[in-house]
């Protein structure tokens, strides 16, 4: 790739978010965050083309985002617990076995910062696959131990017997990607983003993270994903001001 059309650090990250959605069928891909969303939509534009886009709301869209049909609230429910669903949630902390909190900071009587809340977490977690991306890592977000438990991370899951339907693919944020296979269902490093080193994610992480001796490099998005990318997905380039080098 030559260095006119050498890849973002935000770029990788589209690219490692499309990543969630590969082989996945025709499923209802539910972004949550700008990243996200140009993800999904790069992964149904080339090797997902099965994918069903919604608009975050009551709408399957296209790849432009026009409006295709209508997905009534009991239709999106049945997808859910019927596994029909990838969704890409944020985190405002997850721990090494994915426990996600999203509701609060601090002790649940006297919280000190008050977030949005449970929402479907705990739904979504235990019947459909849920990733989840972090736009800025630091140990403020990869803690030792969530504040809350908004979605459920594989120990809480195997500790309550609920484990059939419970998948987290993979965690995306701008430093790297990481699945749960380390041990007892850990958090791994899986790859970094170029000009990421091991260490620097380390050092951001507020909890001992599995790595191999040799972790690779995301990988490099072709010429016509990046092509998707600048001028007909985020011609814009907002992905420029979600992740920041």
């Known amino acids: 790739m030559t260095a006119a059309t050498a890849a973002t650090r935000a770029e990788y990250c589209v690219i490692a978010c499309a990543e969630a959605w590969r082989d996945n069928g025709e499923v209802l891909a539910s972004p949550m965050g700008l990243i996200p969303s140009c993800g999904a939509r790069l992964a149904k534009h080339t ?4 994918l069903l886009l919604t608009d975050g709301e009551a709408l399957l869209v296209g790849l432009d985002g026009t409006p295709e049909g209508w997905l009534p609230y009991r239709r999106h429910l049945t997808m859910v617990t019927g596994g029909r669903r990838h969704v ?3 985190a405002s902390q997850i721990d090494r076995y994915g426990n996600q909190n999203i ?4 002790d649940w009587e006297r919280p000190s910062r008050q977030l949005l809340g449970v929402r479907g977490a705990p739904v ?10 972090v736009p800025r890592h630091s140990p403020r977000v990869f803690v030792e131990r969530v504040d809350m438990v908004s979605g459920v991370g594989h120990d809480r899951a195997e500790a309550a017997g609920v484990t059939r339907f419970h998948r ?5 944020s701008d430093l790297g990607v990481f699945d749960f296979t380390g041990p007892d269902h850990s958090m791994r490093l899986a790859s970094l983003h170029p000009g990421v080193t091991v260490e620097q994610v380390r050092a951001a ?3 001992e993270l599995a790595a191999a001796d040799d972790v690779p490099y995301t990988r490099e998005p072709t010429a016509g994903e990046l092509r998707l990318i600048r001028e007909v997905i985020d011609p814009r380039g907002l992905r420029d001001r979600e992740v920041r080098v």
């Open 205 to 207: 992480t507020g909890f």
């Open 168 to 172: 987290l693919p993979r965690v995306v």
């Open 103 to 106: 509701s609060c900071i601090g």
């Open 47 to 50: 090797f997902s083309p099965d």
């Open 88 to 90: 890409m949630m944020g």
């Open 124 to 133: 979504n977690t235990l019947n459909n696959p849920v990733s989840y991306w």
